[in-house]
């Protein structure tokens, strides 16, 4: 079976300063996506970045980057100097290739307050 | 380029009702699929539809159905609605025929059953 699990629920923290919020799946197929999507309280998931199981080159955006290990099946993704406009919502997301098509499975979410 | 548009934005239902949520998809996007969003249960995959026809469904009962028409636009029809059914639906649309693709999400319809 096919799980994310995202363990930190709720992540406070104070402007400027970095955050890592994790992400650990479970899947017994070779070829798969993974996702981050962030949530504002307006309710869009907003996409940030795909990744897919042969690639696990760490990639990095602006403040945002991202580590994907496959070794510990971990998908983490660190926010430097954060900044009150990244409070919102995050998940991570699973997708596989071969059957799933376009289905994404979501970890529980963790809810990133960024305080001034 | 516009993005997912989703309407209504807002309902409310009585349980027992039924309801129509609509989803237009990003220009040139074929694949469709249908999320519903609980406190309790997070977000969950209901269905996805591509050149109209159903090819995945997630672990929802029969009251829940959907579809495609050619200019890809989607519905979803929540029959007999429950209590439960009182959710953010999501619409998301993906422009490739595989799996995998990055999908844009609209902003949702939230239902309210009461």
């Known amino acids: 079976a096919q799980k994310v699990t995202q363990a930190q629920t709720e992540i406070s923290v104070v402007e400027k300063e970095d955050v890592t919020l994790d992400c650990v799946y479970e899947?017994?197929?070779?070829?798969?996506?993974l996702f981050w999507y962030k949530q504002p309280p307006s309710g869009e998931l907003v996409f940030l970045i795909r990744r897919n199981s042969f690639d696990e080159q760490n990639e990095i955006s602006g403040r945002y980057s991202w580590n994907f290990q496959k070794s510990t099946s971990s998908f983490n993704f660190t926010i430097t100097a954060s900044q009150v406009v990244d409070s919102a919502v995050y998940f991570c997301?699973?997708?596989?290739?071969?059957?799933?098509?376009?289905?994404?499975?979501f970890g529980a979410g963790t809810r990133l307050a960024v305080h001034p | 380029k516009a993005g997912v548009t989703q309407t209504p934005r807002y309902l409310i239902k009585t349980r027992g009702q039924q309801v129509t949520l609509s989803c237009s998809p990003i220009?040139?996007?074929?694949?469709v699929s249908w999320y519903q969003q609980t406190p309790g249960q997070g977000l969950q995959f209901l269905f996805e539809?591509?050149?109209?026809?159903?090819?995945n469904k997630g672990n929802f009962p029969g009251r829940f159905s959907g579809r495609q028409f050619s200019n890809s636009r989607s519905e979803m029809n929540v029959s007999t609605l429950e209590l439960g059914d009182s959710a953010l639906y999501l619409c998301?649309?993906?422009?490739?025929?595989?799996?995998?693709?990055?999908?844009?999400f609209g902003p949702g319809t939230r239902l309210t059953v009461t």
């Open positions: 899947t017994r197929d070779t070829t798969y996506y």
């Open positions: 997301a699973l997708s596989l290739s071969f059957g799933g098509y376009n289905k994404l499975i």
């Open positions: 539809y591509f050149s109209e026809t159903q090819r």
């Open positions: 998301a649309s993906s422009l490739a025929v595989a799996g995998g693709n990055e999908q844009y």
């Open positions: 220009s040139g996007h074929r694949s």
